[in-house]
């Protein structure tokens, strides 16, 4: 079984400034993550996902997260957030390959907000 | 390369009656995937497809049905539509069942 936790479903930044989004997750086997973006009135778009090796991940746009097995967590960064973050961002779980049933589980989203 | 597309883009149904909706795959993935996205919510897992057999469902009722083609576009249909089913649907598209999906735009269904 598996599940994702967002913590804060709205979180607002100024230019400029740090992005964090918190994801922490629970699953029975070793899991793939995902962090998702979602622009009004559109589909989600992959924004970096982890599946072996470096849990550093760099993705588009500028936005990294960092596996940390020992806090089962996958928060996503970003240095400087520009105006044109603003959207909804899902962080999902998978398990990985071979334990079957490979849907995406999606935490409830956090919505980011730019203050000018 | 032409990503995941979706139709209609947008519809408007009544209760009790059916819908069908379609997904074309990125050229080359082999799976389908369909979810459904209710206003303020992640999107929840309908079902996977992966050469032309349901390979995983989620937590829906019968109402709700799809298949694969031998060209691997999909379709979900849902029956006797509630008000509850008002929603976006979204198809996702991988390689195979176990790679990165890529999602396509929705389709909004809005039930009255």
């Known amino acids: 079984a598996q599940s994702v936790t967002q913590l804060g479903s709205h979180v607002s930044v100024s230019e400029g400034a740090l992005v964090l989004l918190r994801c922490n997750y629970s699953?029975?086997?070793?899991?793939?993550l995902f962090w998702y973006v979602q622009y009004p009135n559109q589909g989600l778009q992959l924004l970096l996902k982890y599946t072996t090796g470096a849990t550093l991940v760099k993705g588009i746009n500028g936005f990294e997260a960092e596996f940390k097995k020992s806090e089962t967590s996958f928060h996503l960064t970003k240095p400087s957030a520009h105006m044109s973050d603003a959207a909804e961002y899902f962080c999902?779980?998978?398990?990985?390959?071979?334990?079957?049933?490979?849907?995406?589980?999606f935490g409830t989203g956090t919505r980011l907000t730019i203050i000018p | 390369d032409a990503g995941v597309t979706q139709s209609p883009t947008h519809l408007i149904k009544t209760r009790g009656q059916q819908v069908t909706l379609r997904c074309s795959p990125i050229?080359?993935?082999?799976?389908v995937s369909w979810y459904q996205q209710v206003l303020g919510q992640g999107p929840q897992f309908i079902f996977q497809y992966y050469e032309k057999e349901e390979r995983g469902r989620g937590n829906f009722p019968d109402r709700f049905s799809a298949r694969q083609f031998p060209n691997y576009s999909s379709e979900l249909n849902v029956n006797a539509l509630l008000l509850g089913d008002s929603a976006l649907y979204l198809c996702a598209s991988s390689l195979t069942r176990s790679d990165t999906q890529y999602f396509g735009p929705g389709t909004r269904l809005t039930v009255l």
């Open positions: 999902a779980v998978s398990p990985t390959l071979n334990f079957g049933n490979e849907k995406l589980t």
């Open positions: 699953s029975s086997v070793p899991p793939y």
């Open positions: 050229s080359g993935h082999k799976s």
